[in-house]
């Protein structure tokens, strides 16, 4: 079964430090672009940052750049979302999805179809 | 970045009618949109890419149109699962953005 698994929520003080992990399963992980989604409680989807199949390229929301570091494993299957200095307005599930890129007439188009369960992740003291 | 702007922000509507939500863009994206369904307390589901392309075993009640900085995505003969909150998404440039949602509620 294709399937992401995220992991490594908690509660953590403002200033403090997570790491996030989301294990894949069912597929070829190191063939895709993987994507953190965050969503805080009762709003909506906020795009975080992605990677490339071998972590050589990089992209993050201006909110989280210099605090949260995306990487990748590709022999452990897993995609990590490194948090420091997390702040109140970090509190969020975050979602790990799978980027199956499709080519369009103007080059590569986002396709993310599929996601996990989300873990929670709470900022406060 | 690029800014998302959907309406309505909510609609009620009842099984079996057809639904329609836009999406405007705050610039030119040529086609690079994608629209997602989340249901209450689950995940996001892909229902379409590249502005009309729809993802595979998505039903066909589900279409999507439009370039440039106009989408809209058409939800025909609405059923059940389909009362749910909306995302556009741009993958044109970086970061991604999506539009605030659109919830759909039953009447």
């Known amino acids: 079964e294709v399937q992401l698994v995220e992991s490594g929520g908690g509660l953590v003080q403002p200033g403090g430090s997570l790491r996030l992990s989301c294990e894949a399963s069912?597929?070829?992980?190191?063939?895709?672009?993987m994507t953190w989604v965050r969503q805080a409680p009762g709003k909506g989807l906020e795009w975080v940052a992605n990677?490339?199949?071998?972590?050589?390229?990089?992209n993050y929301v201006d909110s989280v750049k210099g605090r949260i570091t995306i990487s990748r494993d590709n022999a452990r299957n897993s995609l990590y979302l490194q948090m420091n200095n997390l702040r109140d307005d970090d509190t969020a599930r975050y979602y790990c999805?799978?980027?199956?890129?499709?080519?369009?007439?103007?080059?590569?188009?986002?396709?993310?179809?599929?996601w996990g369960r989300g873990t929670v992740v709470t900022v406060s003291s | 970045a690029i800014q998302m702007t959907q309406s309505p922000s909510s609609l009620s509507a009842s099984v079996g009618d057809t639904v329609t939500i836009t999406c405007r863009a705050s610039?030119?994206?040529?086609?690079?949109l994608g629209w997602y369904r989340q249901r209450p307390g689950k995940a996001p589901e892909l229902l379409i890419y590249?502005?009309?392309s729809l993802q595979s075993e998505v039903p066909s009640r589900f279409s999507g149109s439009g370039s440039g900085t106009d989408f809209t995505l058409t939800i025909s003969s609405l059923q059940p699962e389909d009362f749910a909150t909306y995302y556009c998404?741009?993958?044109?440039?970086?970061?991604?953005?999506f539009g605030q949602g659109t919830k759909v509620e039953i009447k």
């Open positions: 999805a799978r980027d199956d890129s499709r080519r369009g007439g103007s080059g590569w188009l986002d396709a993310f179809d599929i």
């Open positions: 990677i490339n199949q071998d972590g050589s390229a990089k």
């Open positions: 998404l741009q993958d044109y440039n970086y970061p991604r953005t």
């Open positions: 610039q030119v994206i040529r086609n690079d």
């Open positions: 590249g502005a009309f």
């Open positions: 069912g597929f070829t992980f190191s063939m895709f672009w």
